[in-house]
């Protein structure tokens, strides 16, 4: 069954480092996404990016976050200047439409220290 | 804004126990309602998308029903592996592709 694959599981950042999360979304999808869960609270929504560019963002998604998607496989969250908030799992995830369910990888585990 | 509550926060059940899961929702223009399973350091599982109230689906043990203010997820005869904490998620017509989650429910079957 195809996956969304994330790498690394877990990364630990001193505060004020930039740090790059890597998803390589499943190959026929074509919306992308990124979201987070701080430990014990929701899943929240991040961003969405289809056909080369965000199509939205929430309010946490602000100038220290960024997208990128650098080849035709690998989708990037970097994050500029970590702090101590960052610290939580962020999932990747992509969809073959925009209203069907998405597949979720298994997170990359981001604590800030 | 769009708020999910489900409900209980956590459940307990025995082996065999059927019980229901409740996911209340507040939104403008449901376009879908996402049902998800996450076990513990592991990212959501997509279970179910049900688009309009009236609907249902099943697989296995679980089978999901919408109306226009609540879905349920029903377990039946449950097994211990069946525990893990089940996410529920609504999708806005105008809120684009992004999901709302709501706190989700974990459940523990005993054997």
């Known amino acids: 069954e195809p996956e969304v694959t994330q790498t690394p599981s877990h990364q630990v950042t001193q505060m004020g480092q930039e740090v790059i999360l890597r998803c390589v979304p499943i190959s026929n999808h074509l919306y992308f996404y990124w979201y987070r869960q701080i430990l014990g609270q929701k899943v929240e929504f991040l961003v969405s990016?289809?056909?080369?560019?965000?199509?939205?963002k929430s309010e946490i998604f602000d100038d220290q976050f960024s997208v990128e998607r650098p080849d035709g496989s690998n989708f990037t969250l970097k994050i500029r200047s970590t702090k101590l908030e960052d610290s939580a799992m962020y999932f990747c995830?992509?969809?073959?439409?925009?209203?069907?369910?998405?597949?979720f990888g298994s997170g990359t585990r981001l604590t800030v220290v | 804004e769009d708020q999910v509550t489900q409900s209980p926060e956590a459940l307990r059940l025995q082996e065999g126990e059927s019980s229901s899961l409740n996911c209340s929702y507040t939104v403008s223009g449901l376009r879908g309602l996402f049902w998800y399973r996450q076990d513990p350091g592991k990212g959501p599982e997509f279970l179910f998308t049900?688009?309009?109230a009236g609907e249902e689906k099943e697989k296995e043990r679980l089978k999901a029903t919408l109306t226009k203010k609540e879905s349920f997820l029903h377990i039946t005869a449950p097994k211990p592996e069946d525990s893990a904490t089940y996410l529920c998620a609504v999708q806005a017509g105008n809120a684009g592709n992004m999901l709302t989650f709501g706190g989700g429910t974990r459940l523990m079957v005993k054997p």
């Open positions: 049900l688009y309009s």
């Open positions: 995830a992509s969809s073959e439409l925009s209203n069907y369910g998405y597949t």
């Open positions: 990016f289809y056909n080369n560019e965000i199509s939205e």
